[in-house]
């Protein structure tokens, strides 16, 4: 059973992948599948700037790639845990509009939780087509 602190704790952990070197900021982020498994991401950064891929998006797109799409919650952790941008925001949507959205910082020290629907009001989704 994967506690929420065991689910922030590898978050922090993955941030030794980051690849920040444009902002020096690091954002790391796990995510729990229906079935419990963890799935972590990193930030992924790039010299042309646009195609930075967060830590978020990181950890869904490996998680659907190897079959999970049935998520529970996600702690997202860095300096002054921040919330996710609006594009990670909108990626999580399409897989579950209802996700735990746990924000800590770099110590593992939980700020906010919230959901994914509160973070992202009557976000547009596969139903909406
Ligand atoms: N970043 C994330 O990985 N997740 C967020 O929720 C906010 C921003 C990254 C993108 C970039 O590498 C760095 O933080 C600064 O914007």
Do not use: W
Request: proline share 4%.
């Amino acid at each position: 059973m994967i506690t929420t602190q065991d689910l922030v704790q590898a978050a922090v952990d993955a941030t030794q992948f980051c690849y920040a070197p444009y902002s020096n900021f690091k954002v790391g982020a796990a995510l729990l599948t229906a079935d419990g498994a963890v799935i972590t991401g990193v930030n992924i950064e790039n010299a042309a700037y646009s195609p930075t891929n967060c830590a978020e998006r990181t950890a869904v797109f490996k998680a659907v790639s190897e079959g999970q799409r049935e998520f529970v919650k996600i702690a997202v952790v860095s300096k002054g845990a921040v919330s996710p941008c609006g594009v990670c925001r909108q990626v999580l949507t399409e897989f579950a509009p209802t996700l735990d959205v746990i924000m800590a910082d770099l110590d593992g020290n939980i700020r906010h939780t919230m959901r994914l629907d509160e973070l992202l009001v009557d976000g547009f989704g596969p139903a909406n087509l």
